[in-house]
């Protein structure tokens, strides 16, 4: 069974009890909570999509691993052409859901330990990368939600790791024997994780010599002893918790994206789980890897689709008010698709410009300088379409009444007759409308879209690494017919 239906993959969650804590509380059942019901939902999705014959052709793919059709937020990317569905897979999953889907960061996660267990093996004569592709099997075969986790705690960054008072402010490995290793630690603003059945970490960060013990990449179930999530809660939290009728919301089933703190309490992982433990130079390569496929996920493909809802709401307004005929709002609207559909160019250039990493490995990895413009320019696109749909969306998109007054009858004529804007659209649409550009424009998808896949200076910072001018020093050499430096003479 490589395709569960979405009541399959929802039983399956049943089986699962992950320890999970949200605003001072137990979380005593994931799928009954308001809060963590809407990363079921999201993930739920994506296994009828698999299925759907409208949609399966983006959704799932033929997998040589196990010779048969399976999600393609399991698979491992093998050419270029895969490369770009994967791009059209991030857009699609966010348009429809308006929020993220889970997978994507487990799924990135596969393409950089199938690339790095693959040059270990290479190099080092290790045994890691059979074991991953036994694991990537397992995974397929039985269609498991797979979440990823990198990014920690930390502690002063004017320090090395081996300098802060508390060692465990990085995922650190306690013990060795002859079954596996044990962990302790953090992980922080990781999407999703309790509602998966898997948990793929990552190093965050390159180690070097002395720091062998913070080298580990694994997978555990999202329920394992010693897994503790504390989850995020904010205003949106609140208001999901309190509201009468989820349709009342922004986003009445998929809310807004869902993170936790995920605590490793001397966690146990046997051996066949664990896919890099010590080799500290391999680190930076795993890191690396996954974000130059996560920034190409994050920049061109989810945000874009983001971007598509944004711009929706934005044009509705527009013709309940009747300002077709405003021309600084076709500026506006204009301006929001061009950056949409330059974000969309970079991640699919991003695609399109992938290459086998590293050669020999079968695995494919979107083009580093393309992945990183792609977020670095998202990241100041979204802010600027945020602001211009707040524009369009007016004082409404903050100062609305809540979708009750429209049952309340001591005002429900009044709500009728002044928020209808003298069309007729029902008084409820142009509410639910705002409410939406208020869930995108007041919400947490401007500093979420900024640090998401790492902040503005990490895709600077990269950016700085992998440019290289000679092509174009050359081209002006050439034009001008530059004579040679006087030491080459």
Same mark, same amino acid.
């Given at each position: 069974?490589?395709?569960?239906?979405?009541?399959? +993959?929802?039983?399956?969650?049943?089986?699962?009890?992950?320890?999970?804590?949200?605003?001072?509380?137990?979380?005593?059942?994931?799928?009954?909570?308001?809060?963590?019901?809407?990363?079921?939902?999201?993930?739920?999705?994506?296994?009828?999509?698999?299925?759907?014959?409208?949609?399966?052709?983006?959704?799932?793919?033929? &997998?040589?691993?196990?010779?048969?059709?399976?999600?393609?937020?399991?698979?491992?990317?093998?050419? /270029?052409?895969?490369?770009?569905?994967?791009?059209?897979?991030?857009?699609?999953?966010?348009?429809? $859901?308006?929020?993220?889907?889970?997978?994507?960061?487990?799924?990135?996660?596969?393409?950089?330990?199938? !690339?790095?267990?693959?040059?270990?093996? /290479?190099?080092?004569?290790?045994?890691?990368?059979?074991?991953?592709?036994?694991?990537?099997?397992?995974?397929?075969?039985?269609?498991?939600?797979?979440?990823?986790?990198?990014?920690?705690?930390?502690? &002063?960054?004017?320090?090395?790791?081996?300098?802060?008072?508390?060692?465990?402010?990085?995922?650190?490995?306690?013990?060795?024997?002859?079954?596996?290793?044990?962990?302790?630690?953090?992980?922080?603003?990781?999407?999703?994780?309790?509602?998966?059945?898997?948990?793929?970490?990552?190093?965050?960060?390159?180690?070097?010599?002395?720091?062998?013990?913070?080298?580990?990449?694994?997978?555990?179930? !999202?329920?394992?002893?010693?897994?503790?999530?504390?989850?995020?809660?904010?205003?949106?939290?609140?208001?999901?918790?309190?509201?009468?009728?989820?349709?009342?919301?922004?986003?009445?089933?998929?809310?807004?994206?869902?993170?936790?703190?995920?605590? #490793?309490?001397?966690?146990?992982?046997?051996?066949?789980?664990?896919?890099?433990?010590?080799?500290?130079?391999? !680190?930076?390569?795993?890191?690396?890897? +996954?974000?130059?496929?996560?920034? *190409?996920?994050? %920049?061109?493909?989810?945000?874009?689709?983001? *971007?598509?809802?944004?711009? %929706?709401?934005?044009?509705?307004?527009?013709?309940?008010?009747?300002?077709?005929?405003?021309?600084?709002?076709?500026?506006?609207?204009?301006?929001?698709?061009?950056? /949409?559909?330059?974000? /969309?160019?970079? %991640?699919?250039?991003?695609?399109?410009?992938?290459?086998?990493?590293?050669?020999? =490995? %079968?695995? #494919?990895?979107?083009?580093? @300088? *393309?992945?990183?413009?792609?977020?670095?320019?998202?990241?100041?696109? #979204?802010?600027?379409?945020?602001?211009?749909?707040?524009?369009?969306?007016?004082?409404?998109?903050?100062? @609305?009444? !809540?979708?009750?007054? $429209?049952?309340?009858?001591?005002?429900?004529?009044?709500?009728?007759?002044?928020?209808?804007?003298?069309?007729?659209?029902?008084?409820?649409?142009? @509410?639910?409308?705002?409410?939406?550009?208020?869930?995108?424009?007041?919400?947490?998808?401007?500093?979420?879209?900024?640090?998401?896949?790492?902040?503005? *200076?990490?895709?600077?910072? @990269?950016?700085?690494?992998?440019?290289?001018? =000679?092509?174009?020093?050359?081209?002006?050499?050439?034009?001008?017919?530059?004579?040679?430096?006087?030491?080459?003479?």
């Amino acid at each position: 069974m490589a395709l569960k239906t979405p009541e399959e +993959f929802e039983q399956s969650l049943k089986k699962l009890k992950p320890r999970v804590f949200m605003n001072g509380r137990k979380v005593e059942d994931i799928l009954e909570n308001r809060n963590t019901r809407t990363v079921v939902e999201a993930n739920k999705a994506s296994y009828a999509w698999a299925l759907d014959p409208n949609h399966k052709e983006i959704m799932s793919c033929y &997998s040589p691993l196990v010779k048969e059709q399976v999600n393609r937020y399991t698979h491992v990317s093998r050419s /270029r052409d895969e490369l770009v569905k994967k791009a059209e897979a991030g857009t699609f999953t966010a348009e429809n $859901l308006g929020t993220c889907i889970y997978r994507c960061v487990g799924y990135d996660a596969f393409h950089s330990l199938a !690339s790095t267990t693959w040059e270990m093996d /290479r190099d080092l004569g290790t045994a890691y990368h059979p074991r991953f592709m036994e694991y990537l099997r397992m995974v397929q075969e039985n269609d498991l939600s797979v979440a990823g986790a990198l990014t920690e705690p930390r502690g &002063s960054r004017n320090k090395k790791t081996l300098d802060w008072p508390d060692p465990y402010l990085s995922l650190k490995v306690v013990e060795k024997n002859k079954e596996g290793i044990v962990v302790r630690g953090a992980k922080i603003n990781i999407s999703g994780a309790y509602a998966s059945h898997e948990l793929v970490v990552l190093p965050q960060s390159a180690h070097s010599q002395g720091e062998e013990d913070y080298a580990i990449a694994f997978a555990v179930p !999202s329920d394992t002893k010693g897994i503790t999530y504390v989850c995020q809660y904010t205003p949106y939290s609140a208001e999901r918790d309190m509201a009468d009728d989820l349709q009342e919301l922004g986003n009445p089933l998929f809310g807004q994206r869902e993170t936790s703190m995920v605590i #490793f309490d001397h966690v146990f992982v046997p051996w066949e789980r664990v896919f890099h433990c010590g080799e500290h130079r391999y !680190s930076a390569k795993l890191v690396t890897r +996954f974000a130059k496929t996560h920034r *190409m996920t994050c %920049g061109g493909t989810c945000k874009v689709g983001f *971007m598509n809802q944004i711009i %929706g709401a934005a044009k509705l307004i527009q013709e309940y008010k009747g300002l077709e005929k405003a021309s600084h709002i076709n500026e506006q609207l204009t301006e929001m698709v061009v950056l /949409r559909e330059t974000g /969309r160019a970079c %991640g699919l250039a991003a695609a399109h410009k992938g290459a086998e990493d590293p050669e020999g =490995s %079968g695995v #494919f990895l979107p083009d580093e @300088m *393309m992945g990183n413009v792609a977020k670095l320019n998202i990241c100041n696109a #979204f802010w600027r379409a945020m602001a211009l749909a707040g524009d369009i969306g007016g004082g409404l998109v903050v100062t @609305m009444p !809540s979708l009750k007054e $429209l049952k309340n009858p001591e005002v429900k004529d009044y709500v009728e007759e002044f928020y209808s804007f003298g069309s007729d659209e029902p008084t409820e649409n142009i @509410m639910k409308v705002h409410k939406l550009l208020q869930n995108w424009t007041a919400g947490l998808h401007g500093v979420g879209t900024w640090h998401g896949a790492g902040p503005v *200076m990490a895709q600077k910072i @990269m950016l700085q690494r992998v440019i290289d001018f =000679s092509h174009e020093k050359n081209l002006v050499k050439k034009t001008l017919r530059l004579k040679e430096k006087k030491s080459e003479q």
